[in-house]
């Protein structure tokens, strides 16, 4: 693999962090209308504004500090993302006959699972840019068009968001023409139906879902 083609797959799991990243903590609540104040282009700005102030604290960089920033980037991770809609999207058809308990245990896991994968990946970088290109807003839905601009390459992603209750939550993103929902259903679609449901989640329990390797050229 040539040393761009890593870079530009390192920066593909930064855009899927990013993605994890994507707390939505300064959006207000939703007025009378029942639609959010401010635009999801500006939510999206503010929290990955954010999420590279905590990587470019030059007091979290040192070793020691390791951990209590690793705990603030899974704070950032937890608090708004919408692991519910991203695991049923996620599982797709599969989803309908799991029972409440069943989803509750599967939406607890998949989180997991993802803060484990790509909270640590992204605490290496620093120096990237996002440049805002435009957004598409549908109904309750919305998609915000940016750019991932290091030294060496360049990624386009497309953040998905839902509003609920006049918030915007994201829910999906799509990065270098790569769907991180669809990219994990493919995978779990597959070791359902080759194995089982539960082969599936006992894989996430144990943090062993494999991914495929598959470069766009």
Known sequence: MTPTSLHRRNLWALACSLNLCLILSTVPIAGASGQ????????????????????????????????????MLEHVIGERFDYAE??????????????????????????AFLSDRYAGKIEGYTGDRTVYLGER??????????????????IPMDYRLMNKAGRWYAYDIIADGVSLVKNYRSQFDKIIRSDSYEELVKRLRDRTVAEEKKEKR
């Open 86 to 111: 991203m695991s049923k999207r996620a599982l797709a058809a599969n989803w309908t006959p799991l029972t409440n308990n069943q989803r509750a245990e599967f939406v607890e896991l998949f989180k």
């Open 36 to 71: 959010a104040a401010e635009s999801p282009t500006e939510v999206v700005r503010a929290t990955i504004t954010e999420v590279f102030r905590i990587l470019d604290d030059p007091k979290l960089k040192d070793p020691d500090k390791l951990m209590p920033r690793r705990r």
């Open 137 to 154: 807003l549908e109904g309750q839905y919305a998609e915000v068009r940016t750019r991932l601009i290091s030294n060496k390459v360049e």
